[in-house]
């Protein structure tokens, strides 16, 4: 199956869902949010699927709807939590190039106001730094890319990944030849 997607994971807040827009744009390609064909999938709100299923019913559905994404030539914005799916992170990681936007956690905790509000999944007595220190060594297992978007504004962040793009398409080629 050729990988012909860009598949954008990282924590809520780092901006997946406009720069997937932005480099769609530029690259001539759709834009997928994810978190979007769950609520069309369910027709509730992330906030209240979390409130009306809990957090493992969540899980469970953002790992199916993720699993039955079935695109081509698509950026596509992912949910934060969509790392803990196993059958989603396989399934992507088959139909995409996984590019993980990261930020340190002070960009993190300081661009993010009320995150139950945003249908992000928190468990009862998690903090926001728990959260991040636990799914960063998720993110960094299943990327093929890391954007360190610190410091950097939108426009610099999607040239980087496009070049980084560009590197990491040579080097696969490069690598089936030998």
């Known amino acids: ?20 827009v932005i480099l769609a744009k530029v690259m001539g390609y759709m834009f997928v949010d994810a978190d979007l064909l769950i609520q069309d999938r369910e027709k509730r709100l992330l906030k209240d699927i979390i409130a009306e299923d809990g957090i493992e019913g969540f899980l469970g559905i953002e790992d199916s709807v993720n699993a039955d994404i079935d695109t081509k030539n698509s950026v596509i914005a992912t949910g934060g939590s969509v790392v803990y799916g196993k059958n989603a992170m396989e399934h992507l990681k088959n139909i995409g190039i996984v590019v993980y936007l990261k930020v340190s956690y002070e960009t993190i905790d300081k661009r993010l106001g009320d995150i139950k509000g945003r249908g992000v999944v928190v468990r009862e007595g998690q903090t926001l730094s728990d959260l991040y220190e636990e799914r960063v060594p998720l993110y960094e297992r299943y990327a093929d890319i890391i954007i360190d978007e610190d410091g950097l504004g939108i426009e610099e962040t999607v040239s980087l990944l496009e070049s980084k793009l560009v590197d990491f398409t040579i080097d696969k080629v490069k690598n089936r030849r030998i």
Do not use: A, H, R
Not at 1 to 20: A, C, Q, Y
């Open 1 to 20: 199956m050729e990988k012909d997607n860009i598949v954008l994971i990282g924590m809520p807040g780092v901006g997946k869902s406009t720069i997937g």
